[in-house]
């Protein structure tokens, strides 16, 4: 059982940046898949961002390609995102996931066993 817990979270402006933290309990996890996804009100769960257990490998949703990164310290126990260039349409809670049950970097909620409470991130224009 990993416990995960997010922050960095909050209000940004259109085009600014901020930078999500998760932090892992337990002693294997340098040993995982993570991912990260989000869910904006009404919306299904998506996913955003994934990262080999070395950070050799990563993988992004096209609609954040290019502005966020995915990032891990396995050292400190903890994912990192950093996200630039926000847009309104990036309003949403952002959940840390892990592991990957297959080890592969995938796309889809089932495929990760667990998640943190989540963080609030709201871009406004």
């Known amino acids: 059982q990993v416990q995960l817990v997010e922050s960095g979270g909050g209000a940004a402006q259109a085009g600014g940046s901020l930078r999500l933290s998760c932090a892992a309990s337990g002693r294997t996890f340098s040993a995982y898949t993570m991912g990260w996804f989000r869910q904006a009100p009404g919306k299904e769960r998506e996913f955003v961002a994934a990262i080999s257990w070395n950070g050799d490998s990563t993988y992004y949703a096209d609609s954040v390609k290019g502005r966020f990164t995915i990032s891990r310290d396995n050292a400190k126990n903890t994912l990192y995102l950093q996200m630039n260039s926000l847009k309104p349409e990036d309003t949403a809670r952002y959940y840390c996931?892990?592991?990957?049950?297959?080890?592969?970097?995938?796309?889809?909620?089932?495929?990760?066993?667990?998640w943190g409470q989540g963080t609030q991130v709201t871009v406004s224009s």
């Open positions: 996931a892990g592991p990957s049950r297959s080890g592969a970097m995938s796309t889809t909620r089932l495929s990760y066993v667990n």
